[in-house]
């Protein structure tokens, strides 16, 4: 049977049409997806076990908005960043906020030392254990910000911090169209109710409910700088926000300048 020229043609831009929209959609189901390697599977067990929900999805939101940073950068996984150790990074970068790492440092510093003995239990002893250990215990500090430390870093510090910068106070206009919305569709990285106030035992130094209470030597200045935050939350384009997460509540909250309970901390 013989077919026109234009059936032809038809025919083969359909076939076009179709093969790009399933490289499109393989493309984009392997952006939301999280590492799988042994080590990146530990560290989620970690923090499913450990770090309540919304910390917990938190973490898996600034790991999936690192990834979109990291394209606009044109950084590709393996040539352009280690896409492990970046994960290693966001899942871990508020471990310090659960008990099982609640010391008597800043949160950050907590969290990066509990993180470094994570790794190590795990078998990594080389320079990866440094690099997490210097992104996490600075990730609220700006230094990334800065043009000297993205050069002289590993690429991953800077992008996990931005990307984990965004789902904390970040614009639509820092993500590919309609990619935060996916984002949030994940069960895993779906947004969580915050948790109820607790209220406060005075003179007990714990919660009612027996939490240990975060105080100013853990939670010094610069840890998330408080007095522009409330602004922050105050600001019209911030509360426009479409598929972000909205954190007005937990940036303004006393929790990040001391003497609040740690249930108090809201993402």
């Not at 600034?62 to 150790?85: C, I, M, N, T």
Request: with cysteine; charged share 25%; hydrophobic share 35%.
């Amino acid at each position: 049977m013989s077919i026109s020229r234009r059936t032809a043609l038809g025919a083969g831009l359909v076939g076009a049409a179709l093969a790009w929209t399933a490289d499109r959609a393989a493309a984009q189901a392997d952006s939301l997806a999280l590492p799988t390697t042994p080590l990146a599977r530990r560290a989620t067990e970690l923090i499913d076990r450990e770090l309540a929900p919304h910390l917990r999805n938190h973490s898996v939101r600034g790991y999936l908005f690192s990834r979109a940073v990291a394209a606009g950068h044109g950084l590709s996984p393996g040539s352009g960043y280690d896409e492990e150790l970046m994960y290693l990074i966001c899942a871990l970068h508020d471990i310090g906020l659960g008990d099982i790492a609640n010391g008597d440092q800043r949160f950050e510093v907590d969290g990066a030392d509990y993180a470094a003995r994570f790794l190590e239990d795990n078998g990594v002893t080389d320079d990866r254990v440094d690099i997490v250990w210097d992104a996490i215990a600075a990730h609220t500090s700006g230094l990334s910000d800065s043009p000297v430390y993205r050069r002289r870093r590993r690429p991953e510090i800077w992008i996990a911090v931005q990307g984990i910068g965004i789902d904390i106070g970040g614009s639509p206009a820092d993500l590919p169209p309609g990619y935060a919305d996916l984002v949030h569709a994940l069960p895993q990285a779906r947004r969580q109710p915050r948790p109820r106030r607790l209220r406060r035992n005075a003179g007990a130094g714990k919660s009612a409910k027996g939490a240990p209470r975060l105080t100013t030597r853990r939670h010094p200045p610069p840890t998330t700088p408080g007095p522009a935050l409330p602004e922050l939350g105050r600001d019209p384009g911030y509360q426009r926000l479409g598929g972000l997460s909205r954190c007005r509540e937990c940036l303004s909250s006393r929790r990040f300048r001391g003497g609040t309970d740690r249930s108090q901390v809201r993402l």
